[in-house]
């Protein structure tokens, strides 16, 4: 019998010729993603257990949502907030952050807006926040008002306390029809007096600042990461815990090798590979980031 043709996997899963490389490194970038934050105990989005699966949160993650049914987007967002306030950051938040106070030309790009990397005092000016944060709170009506607040009150207000069974009142989405748009009354309804109402304009409700499918990143975001990608050569991308699907976030791992980046993927699932699939230097390594972003930053 023919035996099995060994299988040849594109990239390189040892440490030591990681660990050269980035010694010689001195502009970094790191793309980060929600299986950073797996180990912190907050749910993923895409993976087993995320939180989209269930929730159609691509429904409930956009501005039509929103405008259909605030309530119910609200009871999605206090729920995250929740849980990311009563998490805490892990050990390759940590390493990140002293990888950054080490090397000045490191930069993050996070798609997280779970307010870890922040807690894990990861310094400001090398993390780029491209989807927002949680704790960001804004008025509703951007174009008119403008108002903006850090706001880390959990509940943000009474009616969107999480039910002392610490069940998701979101998973009553679940029952209900996947698409928001013909939820007409979620089964806790909330009306507008019971959201954060905007104290500056007093006309509009408060709404999460994160960046929901279909709105731009913030300009300030985009113009740092393409003045930091356009600046010289990148000598290497640390894609972490992230399955590449939502761009322009995605795109950027493609970007930094079009600057001569070799490409570093920690992932616990090897099919989540850059979107552009696995090219020659590239190194894998499968796992928990908690566990292996410390040893290959060390
Ligand atoms: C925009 C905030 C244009 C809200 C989020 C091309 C160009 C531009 C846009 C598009 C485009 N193609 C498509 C689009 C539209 C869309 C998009 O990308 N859609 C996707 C679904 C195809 N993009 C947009 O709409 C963006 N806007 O470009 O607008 C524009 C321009 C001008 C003017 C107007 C408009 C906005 C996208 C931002 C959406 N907001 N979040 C919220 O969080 O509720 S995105 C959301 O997904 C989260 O931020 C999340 O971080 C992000 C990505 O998910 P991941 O972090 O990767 O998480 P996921 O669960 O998917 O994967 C987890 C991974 O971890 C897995 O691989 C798993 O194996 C691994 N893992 C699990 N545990 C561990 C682990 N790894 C290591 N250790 C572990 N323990
Ligand atoms: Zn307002």
């Given at each position: 019998?023919?035996?099995?043709?060994?299988?040849?996997?594109?990239?390189?899963?040892?440490?030591?010729?990681?660990?050269a490389?980035l010694?010689?490194?001195?502009?970094?970038?790191?793309?980060?993603?929600?299986?950073?934050?797996?180990?912190?105990?907050?749910?993923?989005?895409?993976?087993?257990?995320?939180?989209?699966?269930?929730?159609?949160?691509?429904?409930?993650?956009?501005?039509?949502?929103?405008?259909?049914?605030?309530?119910?987007v609200?009871?999605?967002?206090?729920y995250?907030?929740?849980?990311?306030?009563?998490?805490?950051?892990n050990?390759?938040?940590?390493?990140?952050?002293?990888?950054?106070q080490?090397?000045?030309?490191?930069?993050?790009?996070?798609?997280?807006?779970?307010?870890?990397?922040?807690?894990a005092?990861?310094?400001?000016?090398?993390?780029?926040?491209?989807?927002?944060?949680?704790f960001?709170?804004?008025?509703s009506?951007?174009?008119?008002?403008?108002?903006?607040?850090?706001?880390y009150?959990d509940?943000?207000?009474?009616?969107?306390a999480?039910?002392?069974?610490?069940?998701?009142?979101?998973?009553d989405?679940?029952?209900?029809?996947?698409?928001?748009?013909?939820?007409?009354?979620?089964?806790?309804?909330?009306?507008?007096?019971?959201?954060?109402?905007?104290?500056?304009?007093?006309k509009?409700?408060?709404?999460?600042?994160?960046?929901?499918?279909?709105?731009?990143?913030?300009?300030?975001?985009?113009r740092?990461?393409?003045?930091?990608?356009?600046?010289?050569?990148?000598?290497?991308?640390?894609?972490?815990?992230?399955?590449?699907?939502?761009?322009?976030?995605?795109?950027?791992?493609?970007?930094?090798?079009?600057?001569?980046?070799?490409v570093?993927?920690?992932?616990?699932?090897?099919?989540?590979a850059?979107?552009?699939?696995?090219?020659?230097?590239?190194?894998?390594?499968?796992?928990?980031?908690?566990?292996?972003?410390?040893?290959?930053?060390?």
């Amino acid at each position: 019998s023919t035996s099995a043709a060994p299988k040849t996997t594109v990239y390189q899963s040892d440490m030591e010729s990681f660990h050269a490389h980035l010694k010689q490194s001195t502009r970094v970038l790191a793309l980060l993603g929600a299986g950073l934050s797996a180990s912190s105990g907050l749910p993923t989005f895409r993976g087993a257990g995320g939180l989209w699966r269930t929730h159609q949160a691509t429904h409930l993650a956009t501005p039509q949502a929103f405008a259909a049914n605030p309530g119910l987007v609200w009871q999605f967002y206090s729920y995250r907030r929740h849980m990311s306030l009563n998490a805490t950051p892990n050990a390759a938040h940590y390493a990140l952050a002293a990888l950054a106070q080490k090397m000045p030309q490191c930069q993050c790009l996070s798609q997280n807006v779970d307010g870890l990397s922040p807690r894990a005092h990861h310094p400001a000016g090398q993390l780029q926040l491209l989807h927002g944060s949680l704790f960001d709170v804004k008025c509703s009506d951007q174009d008119g008002c403008g108002y903006k607040e850090i706001n880390y009150t959990d509940p943000i207000v009474p009616a969107l306390a999480i039910p002392l069974s610490g069940h998701d009142p979101t998973t009553d989405v679940a029952r209900q029809e996947a698409d928001v748009s013909n939820i007409s009354t979620p089964l806790a309804t909330l009306s507008a007096q019971d959201l954060p109402a905007c104290p500056s304009c007093k006309k509009h409700i408060l709404r999460p600042g994160v960046v929901w499918f279909g709105e731009a990143l913030p300009r300030s975001v985009l113009r740092t990461v393409d003045d930091y990608i356009a600046a010289s050569d990148i000598d290497l991308i640390i894609v972490i815990g992230t399955s590449a699907k939502v761009f322009p976030a995605a795109g950027y791992i493609d970007e930094a090798r079009d600057q001569g980046a070799r490409v570093c993927v920690v992932n616990m699932d090897e099919n989540d590979a850059p979107p552009g699939g696995w090219e020659a230097g590239d190194w894998f390594f499968r796992g928990d980031a908690a566990e292996l972003v410390p040893k290959l930053l060390e």
